[in-house]
């Protein structure tokens, strides 16, 4: 997400000479550029001119301080406007009421409300230990009610028994008597889309939330609509006034116009976004990292707290342990490879990190295959607790007996003990020095891209 708003706005920052102030000559073209790169980012034009109007004034005459330059005072002053137009401080999900607390998701087909639904019950469960209970009102599509049996099912949390013939308002008061006998925590109402806003569909979800009095109504919108998805909250606000809003498929959206422009022209907070298929695909929208990842300045608070979530404690004390030693086992390696594939693999991983974007080329050119961590994963598994631990030994015929055993080739089997030999000279690099001083992005060398082909 952002990619391509990210490369723009760095190439603005470039922009900027060495100097003791920025004049206004400068700052008209530099804000003009951005301007430009946020317009053709889907964000609305209205935000876009509100964003430059406010940015102008404080960059012109500003005097830069001695360790700062006139590139580096703009983006702090552009990072603390795209703060404000994101939002401010993060809006969590409201549980503050009487259970069981009601939760309404609207959108229109398509957008991803059963799953963030499923999405959402599993942070709530996993982060607040609360009971939940799913209940489908979509009536309308076909198996909309048992794909979020099947969902629901999947991940161990109670769904509405599907009575078939019942109507929204019929099965909404089924889920509240059932909420209230079972003693249930929190109730998520999937309600039924539309391929398009329309007074029938409007006036349901009126009636539907009246009824249900939620504490949250969340809509459900696809971040690659872009402008639309701007107005299609805008819509969906005059009916049922949200209080939040879920931007699905952000890993998929190059441009980020939704997001940009969604709290300033509603003023209604993005609380979470969906970056994948998986129920584990859900990150708390928070706008100072997002704000961040824009500037080119990586997530590195999300990539430790997705890291965390995956990791057992006693598995980072034994790769610490690896790591001040200056070892690295292909044990260690393929607890790396699973780590990454729960993360959401390479790509997730490299959009959080802190300039990488100035070496995104490099990592374009080398067009890392995602599915080449499952043929690693495979090789591994098809060494000797020996050959693991020390890699070394692995030669001609032990080679070939791997390749066979993983389904790959010695080909691939060289790539793997190359990339583990240069990260093991990385990893003692460190250690020697304490974990300081080792150039960051710009010292990884280009072949450990190259291997990941």
């Known amino acids: 997400m952002f990619e391509n708003l990210t490369g723009k706005i760095e190439d603005v920052f470039s922009f900027f000479k060495k100097g003791t102030r920025l004049n206004e000559e400068q700052v008209d073209e530099g804000l003009r550029k951005i301007r430009q790169a946020l317009l053709e980012s889907d964000v609305a034009l209205s935000v876009?001119?509100?964003?430059?109007?406010?940015?102008k004034p404080k960059a012109i005459g500003q005097e830069v301080l001695k360790s700062l330059t006139p590139a580096q005072l703009l983006i702090k002053i552009v990072n603390d406007e795209l703060i404000k137009v994101l939002g401010g401080e993060n809006s969590n999900i409201n549980l503050n009421t009487v259970p069981p607390a009601k939760m309404l998701f609207v959108g229109l087909q398509g957008s991803g409300k059963t799953t963030t639904s499923v999405k959402i019950a599993k942070y709530i469960e996993k982060n607040f230990n609360k009971k939940i209970l799913l209940s489908s009102l979509d009536v309308y599509r076909p198996a909309a009610q048992k794909q979020l049996e099947f969902l629901g099912n999947q991940n161990n949390i109670q769904t509405l028994p599907i009575i078939e013939g019942q109507l929204p308002i019929e099965i909404t008061q089924r889920t509240l008597a059932t909420a209230n006998l079972s003693g249930t925590d929190v109730i998520i109402f999937d309600t039924a889309g539309r391929t398009q806003i329309d007074s029938v569909m409007m006036a349901e979800l009126n009636n539907l939330k009246k009824i249900i009095n939620p504490i949250e109504t969340f809509l459900v919108a696809d971040s690659l609509t872009g402008q639309d998805a701007v107005n299609i909250?805008?819509?969906f606000k005059k009916t049922v006034d949200l209080t939040g809003v879920i931007l699905t498929r952000i890993d998929g959206d190059g441009k980020g116009g939704a997001a940009l422009s969604m709290r300033s022209v509603t003023g209604c907070p993005i609380k979470f976004l969906g970056t994948g298929e998986k129920v584990d695909d859900l990150e708390i929208f928070h706008p100072q990292r997002i704000a961040n990842r824009i500037l080119g300045m990586g997530d590195v608070v999300s990539l430790v707290e997705k890291v965390s979530q995956n990791l057992k404690r006693e598995e980072v004390e034994e790769l610490e342990e690896n790591f001040k030693?200056?070892?690295?086992?292909f044990n260690d390696y393929l607890k790396q490879i699973r780590q990454m594939k729960k993360i959401g693999g390479m790509g997730k991983i490299i959009g959080?990190?802190?300039?990488?974007?100035?070496?995104?080329k490099q990592i374009d050119e080398a067009d890392i295959d995602e599915s080449i961590l499952n043929k690693q994963e495979a090789i591994i598994l098809s060494m000797t607790k020996k050959e693991r631990d020390n890699p070394k030994i692995i030669e001609g015929s032990r080679k070939k007996r791997i390749a066979i055993g993983s389904g790959t080739d010695i080909t691939l089997v060289n790539k793997l003990l190359k990339q583990h030999k240069m990260m093991t000279i990385m990893m003692k690099k460190m250690s020697q020095s304490g974990g300081r001083n080792f150039g960051g992005m710009e010292g990884i060398p280009p072949e450990l891209f190259n291997n990941l082909k």
């Open 325 to 329: 030693k200056g070892q690295f086992t």
């Open 48 to 55: 876009a001119k509100e964003f430059i109007a406010n940015v």
């Open 352 to 360: 959080m990190i802190p300039g990488i974007s100035k070496i995104k």
């Open 233 to 235: 909250a805008n819509e």
